[in-house]
């Protein structure tokens, strides 16, 4: 589970292809701000360096824009992420632990932010290809947590993400069954602390 957890969140120019990647930039932007928000079911495959799976899971994915993010884990084992526009929240319910960051020490951590994000700042952070309906997004800084993420649509459908991290995991999701977020749904993005469980305050802000 911890290692599911740490892939998750570890899901956000060479000057002589500058305008190619513009383009891919831009592309991407447009495709996600034409979609705004989704849900979906994913299912995840975990193998390592040497292509050995050494883990599946699966549960519920979505997000909004700007910076509002639901990953809930529910097989093999449970685990929460949630981005509520402010503060990321991490809860393990087997542990009985929540963590909690800033949103920007979340987006400065893995590509993944970019879906969620359109600060122009932040975009400048990454190096951003694309393939047909699939895009690569790699960190600029080559110690992130994650060395590439590839998302991958069909339309205004999102398909498919790849995440690959330094030590040569790579993390599969396959996205099934998307559809918008309603109105009703939208506590999705907020997270209300459980009792008796412990929290580890990571905000920069936080005087814990």
């Known amino acids: 589970m911890n ?25 991407l932007k447009v495709k996600l701000a034409e979609i705004n928000n989704l849900k979906a079911n994913f299912s995840q495959t975990v193998t390592d360096i040497n292509d050995k799976v ?4 699966e549960g519920i994915f979505a997000l909004a824009q700007p910076n509002q993010f639901y990953w809930h884990l529910t097989a093999p084992d449970e685990s929460l992420i949630v981005a509520d526009g402010t503060d990321v929240w991490i809860y393990n319910p087997f542990a009985e632990e929540v963590s909690v960051m800033d949103v920007n020490q979340a ?5 993944i932010a970019l879906l969620v994000h359109s600060d122009p700042q932040t975009w400048s952070q990454y190096q951003v290809k694309n393939d047909g309906q699939c895009f ?13 993420v590839e998302v991958c649509f069909n339309e205004l459908t999102l398909t498919k993400m790849v995440l690959k991290d ?26 209300i602390v459980p009792e008796n469980v412990d929290i580890d305050d990571q905000r920069l802000k936080s005087s814990n």
Do not use: C, W, Y
Not at 8 to 18: E, I, N, V
Not at 54 to 57: L, M, R, S, Y
Not at 136 to 148: R, T
């Open 166 to 191: 330094q030590q040569g995991n790579t993390s599969n999701f396959t996205l099934t069954d998307q559809t918008h977020v309603t109105e009703s749904e939208g506590n999705l993005f907020e997270f």
């Open 54 to 57: 050494i883990q599946t899971g």
């Open 107 to 111: 987006i400065s951590a893995s590509p």
């Open 136 to 148: 690569e997004i790699s960190p600029i800084d080559k110690e992130a947590g994650v060395s590439e």
């Open 3 to 27: 290692r599911l957890i740490a892939i998750a969140m570890a899901g956000l120019p060479l000057l002589a292809h500058f305008s190619v990647q513009a383009d891919a930039s831009e592309e």
